[in-house]
């Protein structure tokens, strides 16, 4: 089994920036993806970004241009940065690994953007 351990989040002012990390550990595994979700309060969790083994990235048309998710040497860490943050953005952000058939989720970090 894959444990995520997430790092990054906190408060911001709108306009500013941040850098989500995940670090993926457990037994032997393969990563076929990492990305991060996030969660909103009232809402359903939604894709932020993803990033495919081979590199391949996907991205919410929502943070389209302001964010970019990318992945550590090592393979085990994806990170995403955000900038240009708006109030919207508030909501606990959770990473995501596909691996070895199976989807693992951290248990979320807090992003607030004030306005």
């Known amino acids: 089994q894959v444990q995520l351990v997430e790092s990054g989040g906190g408060l911001v002012q709108a306009g500013g920036s941040l850098r989500l990390s995940c670090v993926a550990s457990?037994?032997?595994?393969?990563?076929?993806?990492m990305g991060w979700y996030r969660q909103a309060p009232g809402k359903q969790r939604e894709l932020v970004a993803v990033i495919a083994s081979e590199g391949r990235t996907n991205y919410a048309d929502s943070v389209k241009g302001r964010a970019t998710i990318s992945r550590g040497s090592a393979g085990n860490t994806v990170n995403l940065q955000m900038n240009s943050l708006k109030p919207e953005d508030t909501a606990v952000y959770y990473c995501m690994v596909v691996a070895d058939g199976r989807a693992s989720w951290g248990q979320g970090t807090q992003v607030t953007v004030s306005s």
């Open positions: 457990g037994n032997r595994f393969n990563i076929l993806a």
